[in-house]
């Protein structure tokens, strides 16, 4: 039976949060240090339900992205073709049900992927707390991870 772990304020994320709550509060936290003395090879399968909880904070990081790269760049025309791509690559179709473009699909899917694969690395490392969360979650490593990806996917596109 997993425990959700109860909200607690750090220095930096409580500063960063200006109040914010989340949904799933903290990101099952206690589910995710409890995988620690899971085998390695078995963490994967324990970690993407948990993170599956939260994609849609991977789907606004995509969004955000593309967003501030677009503001950047107005009038410039290698700009303008890779916000095409990215505003491609985040626009869903299919009201109520959203359907991501095949780029949008492949970049949610290896974030998806690489942020499994960055918790799994800070689990072993016994490192996961909730500045770690917010970084991949809300900005910092998570966009890093994410950015890198969606213009990986841009490059191939143009």
């Known amino acids: 039976m997993a425990v959700e772990a109860k909200p607690r304020r ?15 509060p903290p990101y099952g936290l206690q ?8 085998p390695r090879e078995d963490q994967r399968a324990a ?4 993170i599956l909880e939260e994609a ?3 789907y606004r990081m995509m969004r955000l ?9 107005k009038g410039d025309p290698v ?5 095409t791509v990215l505003k491609a690559m ?10 991501l473009s095949a780029n949008g699909q492949c970049a949610m899917t290896a974030a998806f992927v690489a942020v499994v694969d960055d918790l799994g690395t800070e689990i072993a490392a016994g490192s996961v707390d909730m500045d770690y969360l917010w970084s991949l979650f809300s ?8 950015g890198g990806i969606m213009f990986d996917i841009v490059q191939e596109s143009i």
């Open 10 to 24: 750090h220095s930096g994320l409580a500063a960063r949060s200006g109040g914010l709550r989340f949904a799933n």
């Open 31 to 38: 589910r995710l240090n409890a995988l620690g003395a899971v």
């Open 47 to 50: 970690i993407e339900p948990i």
């Open 56 to 58: 849609n904070r991977i």
């Open 65 to 73: 992205l593309a967003a501030q790269f677009a503001a950047t760049q």
């Open 79 to 83: 700009g303008d073709r890779i916000i």
């Open 90 to 99: 985040v626009e869903g179709s299919g009201g109520d049900k959203m359907v």
């Open 139 to 146: 900005g910092g490593r998570g966009a890093g991870i994410v």
